[in-house]
T-cell receptor, first 109, second 115 residues
Framework: KNEVEQSPQNLTAQEGEFITINCSYSVGISALHWLQQHPGGGIVSLFMLSSGKKKHGRLIATINIQEKHSSLHITASHPRDSAVYICAAYSNTGNQFYFGTGTSLTVIP | DVKVTQSSRYLVKRTGEKVFLECVQDMDHENMFWYRQDPGLGLRLIYFSYDVKMKEKGDIPEGYSVSREKKERFSLILESASTNQTSMYLC??????????????FGEGSWLTVV
């Protein structure tokens, strides 16, 4: 049983398209994270959410606590957005992260 | 800039060798984690530590051990490497406890091949 489910697993988009990646979780959380991993391994944190919506440049993250669902949106996608996007739930019992298996995004010029 | 540093980026080891993967963070974080990442399986927790000398098993601890003698350093040990431990290993750290909004910081990853 996966505590965090992401969809889609793979996504190919044309440059300029609007992209949505979805994340559902089943555990109680204190925060939901969206992470980005480029080829080569390094993972960086994009957003940390406990409610509502956050925006950073062309990236928008939303969370619905009642429905236990979060989305990551990319507006006007660009080839440099090509990466794996990972949803991670930080447990409200403390000290544990639960990860989705990631969404591999390829943006074609 | 906050930093999690993993000692080795690429390693090739022989079956049966003892392997040490070192991780150091400079943010005075309580929590440190070791994950392995395999295609299609995502990040799986091997061990984590919430304080010096404290450790908790994660989802896949078999074949691994850890050591945390100092707050900034968390070591992963493969006592006798096997080919099914070929993987990418990621170290991470975060503030501890039940604080809301504990950002997690990752190292660059260590690619281990066991032959």
């Amino acid at each position: 049983k996966n505590e965090v489910e992401q969809s889609p697993q793979n996504l190919t988009a044309q440059e300029g398209e609007f992209i949505t990646i979805n994340c559902s979780y089943s555990v109680g959380i204190s925060a939901l994270h969206w992470l980005q991993q480029h080829p080569g391994g390094g993972i960086v944190s994009l957003f940390m959410l406990s409610s509502g919506k956050k925006k950073h440049g062309r990236l928008i993250a939303t969370i619905n606590i009642q429905e236990k669902h979060s989305s990551l949106h990319i507006t006007a996608s660009h080839p440099r957005d090509s990466a794996v996007y990972i949803c991670a739930a930080y447990s409200n019992t403390g000290n544990q992260f639960y990860f989705g298996t990631g969404t591999s995004l390829t943006v074609i010029p | 800039d906050v930093k999690v540093t993993q000692s080795s980026r690429y390693l090739v080891k022989r079956t049966g060798e003892k392997v040490f993967l070192e991780c150091v963070q400079d943010m005075d974080h309580e929590n440190m984690f070791w994950y392995r990442q395999d295609p299609g399986l995502g990040l799986r927790l091997i061990y984590f530590s919430y304080d010096v000398k404290m450790k908790e098993k994660g989802d896949i601890p078999e074949g691994y051990s850890v050591s945390r003698e100092k707050k900034e350093r968390f070591s992963l040990i493969l006592e006798s490497a096997s080919t099914n431990q070929t993987s990418m290993y990621l170290c991470a750290s975060s503030l501890g406890g039940k604080r809301t909004g504990n950002t997690i910081y990752f190292g660059e990853g260590s690619w281990l091949t066991v032959v």
